[in-house]
């Protein structure tokens, strides 16, 4: 595959994580707790990508490898957690220009572990992506006393989490089939999910039945997709770069709550979306040309 093909996977992987904050709002509106939420996500995603992983070839791994990909999706399980957690408090607006933190988060990692500086162009892409995102998210107009700062320390820690799960998916098991890696990760975030919030909701069938279209649309582009798309992509194009193409996760969420939630968008934000695509085409002008 060439460059531009992973760089695509990435920016779909980022693309599916757009979807997800208008899904939770719908969610919480219909009266379902976080760890409901969460809980049906991990859990549905989990059992997809186990069931398709039964009809692909698989590489035999030592138990020290399993556990490695397993422990990496622990920091996705987290995302999911702390995230849903700030969307309680704060304006899905809000909340994703927390999340959205990751990139510069990202840059830095690799930076302190590759020692790679960011060149000028990545840095201009980077302010380019976060100018975009103020106001794309539509930050501009929100009054500062407003904000919930216990949703925005949640949102934070969750753009922290968001840039190791990237980087972790870029170094570890780059030689282990996507899709086995895949399910590796999406257990090990299954597994913190169910530690830090017993899935009590199993024994309520009204709650399973009326949980599972959001746990549905939320566990495949949620957990089947991202880690999918991110374990094809991410070992080519490289944390920093694809923390730039995962970018696309804003400008997906703005569309996403004008279509399904029916929020007005203003011009504002429409130039923050144009904006934050720009900032992706700068971040990856030079890598996709050499």
């Given at each position: 595959m060439k460059t531009w093909h992973y760089a695509l996977m990435v920016f779909l992987g980022g693309c599916s994580l757009g979807i997800l904050s208008t899904f939770v709002k719908l969610a919480y509106?219909?009266?379902?707790?976080?760890?409901?939420?969460?809980?049906?996500?991990?859990?549905?995603?989990?059992?997809?990508?186990?069931?398709?992983?039964?009809?692909?070839?698989?590489?035999?791994?030592?138990?020290?490898?399993?556990?490695?990909?397993?422990?990496?999706?622990?920091?996705?399980?987290l995302t999911g957690l702390l995230y849903y957690q700030s969307?309680?408090?704060?304006?899905?607006?809000?909340?994703?220009?927390?999340?959205?933190?990751?990139?510069?988060?990202?840059?830095?990692?690799?930076?302190?572990?590759?020692?790679?500086?960011?060149?000028?162009s990545k840095i201009i892409s980077i302010v380019t992506l976060l100018s975009g995102s103020v106001l794309a998210a539509g930050f501009l107009g929100e009054s500062i006393k407003s904000i919930s700062w216990q949703g925005a320390t949640w949102g934070i820690f969750s753009a922290f989490t968001f840039s190791i799960f990237i980087?972790?998916?870029?170094?570890?098991?780059?030689?282990?089939?996507?899709?086995?890696?895949?399910?590796?990760?999406?257990?090990?975030?299954?597994?913190?999910?169910?530690?830090?919030?017993?899935?009590?909701?199993?024994?309520?069938?009204?709650?399973?039945?009326?949980?599972a279209p959001y746990g549905l649309i939320l566990g495949v582009f949620g957990v089947v997709l991202p880690p999918l798309l991110f374990s094809i992509g991410m070992p080519h194009v490289g944390p920093g770069l694809g923390t730039i193409l995962t970018a696309s996760e804003l400008p997906v969420a703005?569309?996403?709550?004008?279509?399904?939630?029916?929020?007005?968008?203003?011009?504002?934000?429409?130039?923050?979306?144009?904006?934050?695509?720009?900032?992706?085409?700068?971040?990856?002008?030079?890598?996709?040309?050499?």
């Open positions: 509106a219909a009266g379902y707790s976080m760890s409901e939420v969460t809980g049906s996500q991990v859990l549905v995603g989990t059992i997809i990508i186990w069931i398709v992983s039964f009809f692909i070839e698989k590489k035999k791994l030592h138990v020290l490898q399993t556990l490695k990909i397993v422990l990496a999706g622990i920091p996705m399980g969307l309680q408090t704060l304006e899905a607006s809000l909340a994703i220009i927390c999340l959205f933190q990751f990139i510069w988060i990202g840059t830095l990692i690799e930076w302190i572990f590759y020692k790679k500086r960011p060149s000028s980087f972790l998916s870029g170094v570890i098991g780059k030689e282990i089939p996507a899709i086995q890696k895949s399910v590796l990760l999406s257990t090990g975030g299954l597994l913190i999910t169910f530690i830090l919030f017993p899935p009590l909701f199993l024994v309520n069938l009204p709650t399973i039945v009326g949980i703005v569309i996403m709550s004008a279509i399904v939630l029916s929020e007005h968008i203003s011009m504002y934000q429409w130039a923050g979306v144009a904006l934050i695509l720009g900032g992706i085409v700068v971040g990856n002008r030079k890598p996709l040309k050499s």
